[in-house]
């Protein structure tokens, strides 16, 4: 099948990875193992010496702490795909092992014979990973097929038993144990893995099923350039990437940044500020996991003299309902203009706790004013819009961005999406991606990725609204 946009479910390796850090239980890998021997060998010129070694039973503990070193490698065109695992700590227990060893230091040789238990523990263990991932979308099937696990790195130390002579030939082991971990979590992992990704199909079914949608709508456009990679694999920091990591992990916004009292943002706002929400309802959480972004509702505030002799308003999208001035103060949802006062203490008494960030225009390190054409364009594009419809299912507007499907089918909006779009109006920003590319992740200053169509626009860092 046509892989292009299976790199970003690589997520969901993450996802199974993050599950395995939550399981306990998944951390004590215990292995009845036949004569696992391996022979190493030692030999210069004046000392040589050999090891034959072998247990009954092998134990790893610490898988548990694995997590991701290095942004993965992955070719879109064949589904393959290397990933680091970084460990901090490993420990190998070995009981009822036995060791032969032939040694010879000049004319004098020697044998030895041991037998018990050792334990062996490996700190700052990196361990690569190589595959391919299958999907199929018809059958909702995803899975990590010849996995292949290397132990590339790692501190050895001889923890328990051996006795002097074998701690202090520690370092001769290293590759033997480096060994010996590839091999064991070979067989463990790969299996751990598909099952947990089975798992999180499970989960994630209506999600699977938009993801599934929104490709077949761009495959049936024409689906992209050959040999052309899509911006959503691109990266994973700017607009239209997708984010990773994602499903279990929920950002949040930054508690030390600065603080500004309401009353003073009212006072001091101007057109084409910017307001962020962080809400706490299940709805805003969702979001929030999904674009991987601790807001989850952006508005641009509009001050000119045509809407309430420039008073303090809100231009958003939403699917919440307010009073509209432009409407007579209607109470609607949809897209709409409304007093910034009331949206934000509507919002809090919905959701108390929630957290409120401003963002001022600037231009070359001043406060930005937008020009009279720009004001005009702006006002004309509000009284064309006032009214539309929130999207239906964001979830599948935003997947739509990611796939760049140009044409949704319908004039559906969602809060970033017109926030971008109402920016590239009055050319602040430039038309280089669809609007609904965007999510309120692209409008925090965690991002700094907006595509400004002057290089001295930009807005300033978040500041938390307080009251």
């Known amino acids: 099948m046509n892989r292009t946009f299976d790199a970003a479910l690589l997520c969901l390796f993450e996802a199974a990875l993050a599950d395995l850090r939550k399981q306990p239980q998944w951390d004590m890998y215990t292995h009845k193992i036949e004569a696992d021997k391996k022979i190493t060998p030692v030999s210069s010129k004046f000392f040589k010496?050999?090891?034959?070694?072998?247990?009954?039973?092998?134990?790893?503990?610490?898988?548990?702490?694995?997590?991701?070193?290095?942004?993965?490698?992955?070719?879109w065109t064949s589904g393959r795909f290397r990933?680091?695992?970084?460990?901090?700590?490993?420990?190998?227990?070995?009981?009822?092992?036995?060791?032969?060893?032939?040694?010879?230091?000049?004319?004098?040789?020697?044998?030895?014979?041991?037998?018990?238990?050792?334990?062996?523990?490996?700190?700052?263990?990196?361990?690569?990973?190589?595959?391919?991932?299958?999907?199929?979308?018809?059958?909702?099937?995803?899975?990590?097929?010849?996995?292949?696990?290397?132990?590339?790195?790692?501190?050895?130390?001889?923890?328990?038993?051996?006795?002097?002579?074998?701690?202090?030939?520690?370092?001769?082991?290293?590759?033997m144990v480096r060994y010996i971990l590839s091999c064991k979590i070979n067989k463990i992992l790969p299996v751990k893995l598909n099952s947990r990704m089975k798992s999180l199909i499970a989960e994630q079914r209506e999600?699977?099923?938009?993801?599934?949608?929104?490709?077949?709508?761009?495959?049936?456009?024409?689906?992209?350039?050959?040999?052309?990679?899509?911006?959503?694999?691109?990266?994973?920091?700017?607009?239209?990437?997708?984010?990773?990591?994602?499903?279990?992990?929920?950002?949040?916004?930054?508690?030390?940044?600065s603080?500004?009292?309401?009353?003073?943002?009212?006072?001091?706002?101007?057109?084409?500020?910017?307001?962020?929400?962080?809400?706490?309802?299940?709805?805003?959480?969702?979001?929030?996991?999904?674009?991987?972004?601790?807001?989850?509702?952006?508005?641009?505030?509009?001050?000119?003299?045509?809407?309430?002799?420039?008073?303090?308003?809100?231009?958003?999208?939403?699917?919440?309902?307010?009073a509209c001035v432009l409407r007579n103060m209607d109470i609607a949802s949809g897209v709409q203009l409304n007093f910034l006062e009331d949206v934000i203490e509507d919002y809090l008494q919905e959701a108390p706790g929630s957290v409120i960030?401003?963002?001022?225009?600037?231009?070359?390190?001043?406060?930005?004013?937008?020009?009279?054409?720009?004001?005009?364009?702006?006002?004309q594009y509000i009284r064309l819009m006032d009214g539309k419809p929130y999207t239906d299912n964001m979830d599948l507007l935003y997947l739509l961005g990611l796939f760049e499907v140009e044409d949704p089918g319908s004039e559906n909006y969602y809060c970033a999406g017109l926030v971008a779009e109402s920016l590239m109006k009055v050319d602040v920003l430039d038309a280089s991606f669809l609007q609904h590319q965007y999510t309120p992740r692209d409008f925090s200053s965690l991002q700094c990725s907006l595509p400004y169509k002057n290089n001295f626009y930009y807005h300033d860092s978040d500041i938390i609204l307080v009251e």
């Open 357 to 379: 960030a401003f963002r001022r225009f600037m231009q070359d390190g001043n406060r930005a004013d937008f020009s009279l054409d720009m004001r005009k364009k702006l006002v």
């Open 207 to 257: 999600s699977f099923a938009l993801i599934a949608k929104a490709y077949t709508i761009k495959i049936s456009q024409g689906g992209w350039a050959q040999q052309q990679c899509p911006r959503a694999l691109q990266g994973f920091g700017g607009v239209g990437q997708y984010p990773l990591p994602t499903l279990w992990r929920v950002p949040e916004v930054d508690s030390r940044i």
């Open 49 to 75: 010496s050999s090891f034959d070694l072998g247990a009954d039973e092998f134990r790893i503990e610490g898988i548990h702490s694995a997590k991701i070193v290095d942004d993965p490698r992955y070719d």
């Open 259 to 322: 603080r500004s009292r309401l009353e003073e943002v009212m006072t001091e706002a101007r057109t084409g500020d910017l307001v962020l929400f962080s809400g706490i309802l299940p709805s805003s959480m969702r979001i929030k996991r999904m674009t991987q972004s601790p807001f989850s509702h952006v508005v641009m505030l509009i001050k000119e003299p045509e809407f309430y002799d420039g008073r303090c308003l809100a231009w958003q999208a939403t699917a919440s309902e307010h």
């Open 83 to 175: 990933i680091c695992l970084g460990f901090d700590l490993l420990y190998l227990t070995v009981s009822d092992w036995h060791c032969n060893s032939t040694w010879q230091i000049v004319s004098r040789q020697g044998r030895g014979a041991r037998t018990g238990t050792w334990q062996i523990k490996i700190k700052d263990v990196q361990i690569s990973l190589s595959g391919v991932i299958d999907v199929d979308f018809a059958v909702s099937h995803i899975a990590f097929n010849d996995l292949v696990f290397h132990c590339e790195s790692g501190k050895v130390y001889w923890e328990k038993g051996g006795g002097a002579v074998f701690r202090a030939m520690t370092p001769l082991f290293a590759p």
